[in-house]
């Protein structure tokens, strides 16, 4: 199995997708024109773009995460509570408690008859516990009497459940009555499916402090991507499913997003289809929009700002030009990651321009016309999108009015708080990776592990389905070659969008992840989507090669599955295709 593993799988898919290029037609006379009239959707591709959509929205929601966790908390700050014990209700061993907000502490102590009191030691709120159920060992068994939590810190506290060895809920009454009023949700032990996980104690948290006027304590990045998780929480309340939902929703919406965009590039059905199918198996599209952090907004806004940017340049309507400039401004409110794009479109405006002029057919006063509407569209509504973005910060703090002096300073303060903390930023992690890693897989970073009694794990991490990934990267060499020789706008289109999305990061020295690469995955798949354009009218069997190369996708997305949502499995180093692979 270890043979097989560690060589005969990777080195088939490698293969098999070395084999798709060498099979693709001549680049130097292959047909790279569509057909016009093939690009407009049709009743087909509504059809293709509901399957598709619809099978990954049910893969993507299921074990998502539960849809109930504890709703009031209390503020423990200074605080003692007493939590009567039922005296018939059984022997407490351990307690189950769940964390709200805050970083600080809690003790534990234990009365019978209100004069002797016993600690049954202490409970520590990081910034890592937030939202999270703890089971929490006491030092003593009690019957009875009166469990009193002091807290220390500004720590908020959601529920306390004492338990018997049996896992039995021994009843609590208290004059708090939040923090037993939800007895019944404690979970077995704590897990991604009832607590939160990696980055979700930042994101999550801040969501749920914009919601409640709390001054947020994560201020390392834009809010409006926290403000969308908001949303998820505001209607299916402050539990793992509703922190997720937003996120995954948008994934979900990136397929049909990126059918019609694979549709105005290339035509025809087969490739916008695969495109599109090889996004729906790609593991860190499905990793990483369910989980809740902030990059599957930024990611989802640059992809509708290159889809309206492609549309602008192809059909000319400035309307799309707007759209472009109004989804350029919410991805900059989500991640600054957002302006690497935006100096990609950049690139792209000015090369349409300069031809537009060489050709005659733009003259001075439409040129600064065309300036004039860029600079509303791609500045001004940018900055005013950005500004509104930080409301939360300002009601929290009292400054309401978005034009105000103090207002305007709050959200400069930011930014300048922003760049000192990113550009500054030295720290190492077990699961860190560079940009070079990035391109054939090498580092995935691992975002839950679990292990089971019975010699089971359950875990996952965010890196590239290998077939788009490895396939993605040679493709690139073909539309390079397609966009200098033979002058493909849309093969030039995908690369600079590539581009733009990478080679911010090769300057970058702070600690980088895989997850930063997601970006690029748009552009991956529409890379290969060039690719399957070509091969579909230049071969009588172009479109089996297209679908072929899709299948093959599938079925390694079907094996990673359990590394991608977290079931359980057995430790048979199936999926270790690379040393540096942790599954």
Request: glycine share 8%; hydrophobic share 45%.
């Amino acid at each position: 199995m270890n043979h097989l593993t560690r060589y005969i799988l990777p080195a088939l898919t490698f293969l098999l997708i070395t084999l798709f290029f060498l099979l693709l037609p001549d680049l130097r006379d292959c047909s790279l024109r569509g057909e016009k009239s093939n690009r407009r959707l049709d009743r087909l591709d509504a059809l293709l773009m509901a399957v598709v959509t619809l099978v990954y929205g049910v893969l993507a929601f299921t074990r998502l995460g539960d849809t109930k966790a504890p709703q009031s908390f209390v503020n423990m700050e200074g605080r003692t509570v007493e939590l009567d014990l039922d005296l018939y209700g059984g022997t407490a061993s351990h307690l189950m408690v769940y964390t709200g907000v805050g970083i600080g502490r809690y003790t534990l102590d234990y009365t019978t008859d209100g004069s002797d009191s016993f600690s049954l030691g202490e409970l520590e709120q990081s910034h890592a516990d937030v939202l999270k159920w703890h089971d929490v060992d006491i030092d003593y068994y009690i019957t009875g009497g009166t469990l009193c939590i002091s807290g220390y810190g500004n720590v908020w506290l959601g529920e306390v459940v004492a338990l018997t060895e049996e896992g039995e809920i021994v009843p609590l009454t208290s004059s708090a009555a939040a923090l037993c009023d939800e007895q019944t949700l404690a979970p077995e032990k704590q897990n991604f499916l009832n607590s939160s996980y990696f980055d979700e104690i930042y994101h999550a948290r801040t969501a749920w402090e914009h919601l409640n006027g709390v001054y947020p304590y994560e201020i390392t990045h834009p809010p409006l991507g926290k403000i969308i998780i908001g949303l998820g929480i505001s209607l299916f309340g402050m539990t793992p499913f509703g922190w997720r939902f937003s996120g995954t929703l948008l994934g979900v919406l990136m397929l049909p997003l990126l059918y019609v965009f694979a549709k105005k590039l290339f035509g025809g059905h087969t490739a916008p289809a695969a495109t599109t199918l090889l996004m729906a198996t790609d593991f860190m599209h499905f990793v990483q929009t369910r989980i809740a952090t902030i990059d599957t907004y930024a990611v989802f806004f640059i992809l509708l700002m290159y889809l309206f940017m492609y549309l602008f340049i192809t059909e000319g309507r400035k309307r799309d030009l707007a759209l472009c400039g109004l989804f350029f401004g919410l991805g900059a409110a989500s991640k600054w990651t957002c302006l690497y794009a935006g100096a990609g479109l950049a690139v792209i405006w000015l090369i349409w321009v300069l031809g537009r002029l060489r050709k005659g057919e733009m003259d001075g006063k439409s040129f600064l016309k065309h300036c004039g509407f860029c600079v509303v569209f791609f500045i001004l509504l940018p900055v005013l999108i950005y500004d509104l973005s930080y409301l939360p910060y300002g009601i929290a703090s009292g400054k309401t009015n978005p034009f105000s002096p103090a207002y305007i300073q709050m959200v400069l303060d930011n930014q300048q708080y922003m760049f000192t903390y990113h550009s500054g930023l030295v720290a190492t992690h077990p699961y860190s990776s560079t940009w070079y890693q990035w391109l054939l897989d090498i580092r995935p970073i691992l975002y839950y592990l679990e292990y089971f009694p019975d010699g089971t794990h359950a875990s996952f991490g965010a890196f590239v389905n290998p077939v788009l990934c490895w396939g993605g990267l040679l493709s690139l060499f073909v539309l390079a070659f397609l966009a200098v020789y033979r002058r493909d706008t849309a093969s030039g289109f995908i690369l600079l969008g590539y581009l733009a999305q990478l080679l911010p990061w090769v300057l970058v020295p702070r600690l980088t992840f895989a997850y930063h690469y997601f970006p690029c995955t748009i552009f991956l798949a529409l890379s290969l989507g060039r690719c399957f354009s070509i091969s579909r009218r230049s071969l009588p069997y172009g479109q089996v090669l297209a679908l072929g190369y899709t299948a093959l996708s599938l079925a390694v997305f079907a094996l990673f599955y359990p590394a991608l949502a977290g079931l359980p499995v057995h430790s048979t180093g199936l999926l270790s295709w690379l040393p540096t692979w942790p599954f």
